[in-house]
């Protein structure tokens, strides 16, 4: 795994334990600071009790050094320097040793992971101080100088060793738990980017799906708008030809019937374009099953045998189940007019309990008609059946026995519109 810049930074800055090079400054001077009070305590403490040759000065000065010195390893192991000055204490008084190891065993030991170690090491440095300053001052040394009462030198011993080992104290905790608060925030914020940056990646990939769907959608509705209206086209095209010359007025009729025709095919066109330029609010709506005897009419009017049957109680549905249903009668009959040219078709509207059944049988073709030589794409029936599946209904188009061809959905009751919804 890769670092940051930040992160490589650091690593070439730091020293042993220390994160940087300036942090190890620091605790060498303060441990410079802490060895020279605990060297002049020491002397002055112990000499002024016992007399002291220059050699046992020296070795209690360096003593005094090393006990100071220990606050170099603050940071690896916090909880050294503290035991070091709790055990040498009374015979060396180094406060700045004291308050630092107390400030850093605070701040840097978690909480309240290890509570029970911070509060048994603070308290014990309490209650030691407390003890060092009471005798302090019960035995000053000179026996001509008049000794306060014993209760006040107790409520003085306190404070003062309140105010040596409880104020460091509070103090690390504050500053460890601002720390940890901080870091906490880094890593949120870190974690935040990091989600915002999987979001906007999904939200691309969404993007990119719904414009692939939008395309697809569109290029269906194209097709099952255009292909109908221009096969009946087709259909009269071909009749004009054939009685052109025999019967003027009926080719007349015909050529009506296909600009009526055409005109409807170029409207439906615009409806969707101007689709594809409102909003959902001032969306056009869709065919439903309502138009269902428009639309044989004008296959019948094209010289189909086509008949409407339809059975059961109307029942309202949603407008993309009716527009399914309506596609799906308009695709079976585009393919009558392609491939079974003059064959019977019936058309068949069902509702029922459970949905509402369309479907459209042409019989087998016969005599020496042939079909009308239209193109197909060949995506009509799949187009059919993504949108009748989508809706969580059933589609099925196949040849029949007889040698005819049936498509058939079945669109489930739950996209029926409910009449305490309309009220």
């Not at 009070?37 to 000065?57: F, M, P, Q, W």
């Not at 320097?81 to 701040?107: C, F, N």
């Not at 290029?219 to 009946?232: I, K």
């Amino acid at each position: 795994m890769s670092k940051s810049p930040g992160e490589r930074a650091r690593g070439r800055s730091s020293f042993l334990w220390w994160p940087r090079r300036r942090s190890a400054l620091l605790d060498a001077g303060l441990a410079a600071v802490a060895a020279l009070e605990c060297t002049a305590s020491s002397v002055t403490y112990i000499g002024g009790r016992i007399h002291l040759n220059l050699a046992a000065e020296l070795g209690i000065a360096l003593f005094g050094a090393m006990v100071g010195a220990s606050l170099v390893v603050r940071r690896r192991w916090p909880a050294v320097p503290v035991v070091v000055a709790l055990i040498v204490m009374p015979g060396v008084p180094g406060m700045v040793l004291l308050l630092v190891a107390l400030y850093t065993l605070a701040a840097t030991w978690e909480w309240p992971s290890r509570r029970r170690r911070v509060v048994a090491l603070s308290a014990l440095a309490y209650a030691e101080t407390a003890g060092v300053i009471l005798l302090s001052m019960v035995d000053p040394g000179d026996p001509t100088i008049e000794q306060p009462p014993f209760w006040g030198q107790l409520v003085l011993a306190l404070l003062v060793a309140a105010g040596a080992t409880v104020a460091p104290v509070v103090t690390g905790l504050y500053v460890g738990a601002r720390r940890r608060l901080i870091e906490s925030l880094k890593d949120r914020a870190h974690g935040l980017e990091t989600e915002l940056d999987l979001l906007a990646e999904q939200a691309r990939e969404r993007a990119r799906r719904a414009r692939l769907e939008e395309r697809t959608r569109i290029a269906r509705e194209m097709h099952d708008v255009v292909a109908h209206r221009v096969s009946l086209m087709v259909v009269h095209a071909g009749a004009l030809e054939r009685i052109v010359a025999k019967d003027p007025e009926r080719a007349a009729q015909s050529a009506k019937l296909m600009g009526e025709v055409g005109r409807q095919a170029l409207n439906e066109l615009r409806e969707i374009l101007g689709v594809l330029r409102m909003s959902d609010e001032s969306a056009v709506e869709p065919d439903s099953l309502a138009a269902l005897p428009r639309l044989v009419d004008q296959s019948r009017a094209a010289g189909m045998a086509v008949t409407l049957t339809v059975s059961g109680s109307r029942q309202e549905f949603t407008g993309e189940a009716e527009q399914t249903a309506y596609r799906v009668v308009q695709e079976g009959l585009t393919n009558a007019h392609k491939h079974a040219d003059g064959a019977q078709v019936s058309v068949l509207l069902a509702y029922a309990p459970n949905g509402v059944r369309v479907s459209v049988v042409n019989a087998c073709p016969g005599g020496e008609r042939t079909a009308a030589a239209l193109p197909s794409g060949g995506n009509g029936l799949v187009g059919m059946r993504e949108r009748v599946v989508a809706l969580g209904g059933t589609f099925s188009a196949g040849p029949e026995r007889d040698g005819g061809f049936r498509v058939e959905a079945v669109l489930p009751s739950r996209l029926a519109v409910r009449q305490d919804r309309l009220v």
